[in-house]
């Protein structure tokens, strides 16, 4: 089993930053893809911004130029730096982190981290 923790999410002005952590822990992590996705009220749950497998960066268009995903394998951990915030970008924020059992893709998520941006 693979536990995700989130912490970093807060109440920040527009125009302001937040940083987010995600340290996975658990028994033999092997983690195949790692990353963030975000939930609005009455929104679906969407990526805001992942490592691939070969370890590219991606980001949902709405954050690019805004947000840098970044991490520290020695530790476990994934960071999501976001700058410029807008009231937009108010939603629970989720860490996200797969791998493959016995050919099988396993998710897992965190419990979520609410991050709230005021006008």
């Known amino acids: 089993q693979v536990q995700l923790v989130e912490s970093g999410g807060g109440l920040v002005q527009a125009g302001g930053s937040l940083r987010l952590s995600c340290v996975a822990s658990g028994s033999g992590l092997d983690i195949n893809t790692m990353g963030w996705y975000r939930q609005a009220p009455g929104n679906q749950r969407a990526l805001v911004a992942a490592?691939?497998?070969?370890?590219?960066?991606i980001y949902a268009d709405s954050v690019k130029g805004r947000f840098t995903i970044s991490r520290d394998n020695a530790k476990n951990t994934v960071y999501l730096q976001m700058n410029s915030l807008k009231p937009e970008d108010t939603a629970v924020y989720y860490c996200?982190?797969?791998?493959?059992?016995?050919?099988?893709?396993?998710?897992?998520w965190g419990q979520g981290t609410q991050v709230t941006v005021s006008s």
């Open positions: 996200y982190a797969d791998r493959v059992i016995n050919k099988v893709l396993n998710g897992y």
């Open positions: 490592f691939t497998v070969g370890g590219r960066a």
